[in-house]
């Protein structure tokens, strides 16, 4: 097979393949008898355009950063962890218990503190699946697709019986005491003297999204753990020559996949809720499908597709509020994003590779 | 638990296995010829869609069923389009139809209906009804047998018993034709089948599209057969119960027919007994609704016999050149 060029491999494919996406996603608001340029403009102003906006956005984004770098570190190691749904609501139990644990005095002790229960309760929802993997040979992506609904039934069952509060009738846990509550942008904001997002959900957990994506960064290219999780993931005979333990990778890999979706729940459950509810995670598990393929499991590419993703999940909202278009739509560009970036990804590949092919036949 | 209960438990079973059994069968025929489905939950969703719709529209439910075909049968297209044509991951095209038909079945549902993603109720014509089995009625006073047979055997939908007749057709296609030998060798070792001269793609395509046809008919009894009409995310996970199934029956038609009925009891218990008392324990409803996702991973695990899936499953077909 001749070789691309590197930039028309890791930005020209997706880019292409991204237009396409969301040249169908306007074929379908058209089809629906909407405007494209009117639903653009609609959702360009409500997720952009105020800091009202923004704080949403960077709120969905933060969500997404989590659950997009689980997928990607996963994945590296050829790992497909469609768990993350199941290990982010697992993360906010980890979440729920630490905060009513304690009579926490400052959220700045709390913080630390929620975000190890996050990260060991969706390690250890992740622990599962890879040991099956590593030890038994039980595909990964069947096991964390069944350990999703596991979960949810956990959760429920935990909810209902043993962290509701007496009394109260939702299927919720207490609400958190004053002292775990994260600050907001637009607090922050506001103490540098800028008024800016005012109620909207964005919090600190932000910058730790942020970190994390250093973090990751540091870890699969700069560690030797990472050279390790790369070399098992490129070829599997390969590392074991090398001396890689398959085992070990496979666990440590989904462990720290685990904890990244477990993380997110310091998001939206001690950030923006203040308590456990239902099905907080809201489908962000999912999303970082998407934003991992998009942003080509790269953490700055993943943190800007959580951007485009935390836009279009805001805008979506707008959508829902302002016009007639259903949430859904989302939900139809997610899929088609996925659908383009990552399985029909050679559909963009392959005639670029024959143009290149030819160019260079030509010049030689 | 009297006889009458027992009775209609099994009979709700049946129904709700009914989708399972169809879906499971349909990721037999594409898993046996190596295309890995993780996208019948959202085929079957797109062919409530469509069947409740055009049932709705037309005032016939056979035209429901046949609208509920082509609606999952354009999925399956997709997948094979990604995922033999392109050579594309299959998990990834599965995850991505699953997406599309959520978002696609609420967003048109709320453009042709404007009732939030359901489609109106549908009446008479437009639903399957039941049917009485001959002599259902005369038989049904005698002890034991003729309630089992009034009632449980006789007054399903024809869709059902479609479901029931797949089975044996399923085992004799695979095992007794030259079609079925070759989707299975495709499934364990592609090479072999391109070697003798029959085409991999041409085969692996029929595979997903008998798995879209089966997809829409469980799709259609879903909406005009158990419920009336489509709600949005109505098959609720009913496709990842399925591909549970089909681990669970280790890949083999007879043993789908056993699994999913094993599912479908389960299911009809939990609505039957929402917190199950046991004297000793209650079993908690949930305990109950998960039981198939904890059951599959016992399973895979291999502590109860080993699932080992088609070979060459999973993987694309690359021809030598």
Redesign the interface.
Known sequence: MERMPKWADLVLTPLLSLILAFAISAL?ILA??ESPAQAMKVMVEGALMSSYGWGFTLYYATNFIFTGLAVMVAYHAGL?N?GGEGQAAMGGLGVALVALALPWPHWALALPAAMIGAALFGALWAL?PAW?QAR????I???T???N??A???L??VL??LLRPVGSMDPASASFPPGTHLPKLSELALLLGIDWGRNSPANITFFIALAACVLVWLLIWRSRLGYEIRAFGKSEPAALYAGISPVRITVLAMLISGALAGLMAVNNVMGEAERLVLNAVEGAG?IG?AVA?MGRNHPLGILMAALLFGFLYQGGGELALWT???R?????????V??FT??????VR?PLERLFAARRRKGA | MDFGTTIQILDSALRLMTPLLLACLAGLYSERAGVFDIGLEGKMLMAAFTSASVAYATGSAWLGLLAGIAGALSLAVLHGLASISFRGNQLISGVAINFLAAGLTVLLGQKIFALGGRTPSLEGAARFRPITLPLAQELRDVPILGPIYAELISGHTILVYVAFLMVPLTWWVLYRTRFGLRLRAVGENPASVDTAGVSVTRLRYGAVMICGVLCGIAGAYLATGISAGFVKEMTAGRGFIALAALIFAKWRPWAALGATFLFGLLEAVANRFPNLDLGVVTVPSMFMNALPYILTVIILAGFVGRATPPRAGGEPYVKER
């Open positions: 379908v629906i008898g497909f469609i599962i099956l038994r040979g039980s595909h992506v069947i096991t697709i069944m350990f609904f596991i949810a039934a956990t429920n069952y209902v019986n999912f499908i393929l007639t278009i259903p859904e739509l989302i939900v139809v560009i997610q899929a088609l996925i659908l990552g399985a029909l990804d050679n559909m392959m």
